[in-house]
């Protein structure tokens, strides 16, 4: 497993938060207790599998709801 830090435009309410959250518990690759989204410092952390999904599609996931990603932070968890 890797863990990644996403920085993320600036989040303007809190659904966007639940948003950003649900899409990525709902990628395979992904580990569904490790995902959380912080409002205030807009980044999304998570923990995910290399094997089977990277960093890009995650990165595409969140793009894809509206939300650009500014930087990507992995790292080995």
Do not use: H, R, W
């Not at 207790?33 to 999304?44: T, W, Y």
């Not at 923990?47 to 793009?63: Q, R, T, V």
Request: charged content about 30%.
């Amino acid at each position: 497993m890797e863990k990644a830090i996403l920085k993320l435009e600036t989040l303007s309410c809190p659904s966007c938060m639940q948003k950003i959250e649900n899409a990525l518990k709902g990628l395979d690759g992904v580990d569904k207790d490790s995902v959380k989204v912080l409002f205030n410092s807009s980044k999304a952390k998570t923990a995910f599998d290399p094997e089977k999904i990277s960093i890009e599609e995650i990165e595409k996931a969140i793009e894809d709801l509206g939300y650009p990603v500014l930087k990507s932070t992995v790292k080995a968890a």
